[in-house]
């Protein structure tokens, strides 16, 4: 298991932005995909978006557009950009790292119509 350090959760405005990162503690990100998720309580977690070793991207319908999930090594750090958000983007969420299948502990955002 891998420690996982996610940050930059909040309050915001329907149309808003945010930007969540996740960091691991003693272990490189570097080799390895990893991936936002979020829940909704009384419902399943969800993929948000994944980043391959390689950087290759890939989103849920529901966020195509709108968010952005990228990765620097150098800063051994994973970010997903939420832009234009809305409503049901409202949910915990929390990064996942796919070597060892670890989850962060959560950031929670909260949308203001």
């Known amino acids: 298991q891998v420690q996982l350090v996610e940050s930059g959760g909040g309050l915001v405005q329907a149309g808003g932005s945010l930007t969540l990162s996740c960091s691991p503690s003693?272990?490189?990100?570097?080799?390895?995909?990893a991936a936002w998720y979020r829940q909704v309580v009384g419902q399943e977690r969800e993929l948000v978006a994944e980043i391959s070793a390689a950087g290759i991207p890939n989103y849920a319908n529901s966020v195509k557009g709108r968010f952005t999930i990228s990765r620097d090594n150098a800063k051994n750090t994973v970010y997903l950009q939420m832009s234009d958000l809305k409503s049901e983007d409202t949910a915990v969420y929390y990064c996942y790292e796919g070597y060892f299948g670890s989850w962060g502990q959560g950031t929670r955002v909260t949308v203001s119509s």
């Open positions: 003693g272990y490189t990100f570097r080799f390895v995909s």
